[in-house]
């Protein structure tokens, strides 16, 4: 099974300040054949489910802000949110889907502002 | 517009058993897999099992196989986890989701807690 592993766990940031959380995965999840990572990032809130927020591993779903970007490649990934607002406080998951099953998930990185 | 909505959550002792649910809406709920995935207290995401669009394949996480089974009806668009010998480490938010065959999992449900506790 891929293992994807993120840091930092926790992370504090100012209101307008770059926040910036990892992913790494033990195995590369590139296709080679179609050039695309399998990866996604998720925010997740309190009491709420998962949304998602990237896929493969760059784009951004429909309707989330432009702040948020994920760049990476092979096995090194990062969701990058450019200024931090009061919304985001929220953990964050990546998620492979290149070796399924099983879908793997990170373990979370909690987001705070400072 | 998607909907997922979970139910029968409970709260049940060790060893027993316990029916999840998962009513799907507004889109093509007999051509996609779909996923169970729990999240226990303060924890983080983990997968469970998928169940392929015709109920064809079905594979599960190492933690519950021989326990749990996924099913699906269908025509009544939902989705079932018949979950068996329950044991504590089992208590946590179950959620309904699927991939639509890309991959990541969008939309989710809500959730429905599970507790097992004596």
């Known amino acids: 099974d891929i293992v994807m592993t993120q840091s930092p766990d926790s992370l504090a940031v100012s209101l307008g300040e770059r926040a910036t959380i990892s992913c790494k995965s033990s195995q590369s999840i590139l296709y080679s054949s179609n050039n695309k990572h399998y990866l996604a990032w998720y925010q997740q809130k309190p009491g709420q489910p998962p949304k998602l927020l990237i896929y493969w591993a760059s784009t951004r779903e429909s309707g989330v802000p432009d702040r948020f970007s994920g760049s990476g490649s092979g096995t090194d990934f990062t969701l990058t949110i450019s200024s931090l607002q009061a919304e985001d406080v929220a953990v964050y998951y990546c998620q492979q889907y290149y070796y399924t099953p099983p879908w793997t998930f990170g373990q979370g990185t909690k987001l705070e502002i400072k | ?118």
Not at chain 2, 33 to 39: E, I, K, P, T
Not at chain 2, 43 to 56: P, Q, R
Not at chain 2, 71 to 76: F, G, V, Y
């Open chain 2, 1 to 118: 517009q998607v909907h997922l909505v979970e139910s029968g959550g409970d709260v049940v002792q060790p060893g027993r058993s316990l029916r999840l649910s998962c009513a799907a809406s507004g889109f093509n709920f007999s051509s996609y897999g779909m996923h169970w995935v729990r999240q226990a207290p303060g924890k983080g995401l983990e997968w469970v099992a998928v169940i392929w669009y015709d109920g064809s394949k079905k594979f599960y996480a190492d933690s519950v196989k021989g326990r749990f089974t996924i099913s699906r009806d269908n025509p009544k668009n939902t989705l079932y986890l018949q979950m068996n010998s329950l044991k504590a480490e089992d208590t946590a938010v179950y959620y309904c989701a699927t991939t639509k065959g890309s991959g990541w999992f969008d939309p989710w449900g809500q959730g429905t807690l599970v507790t097992v506790s004596s």
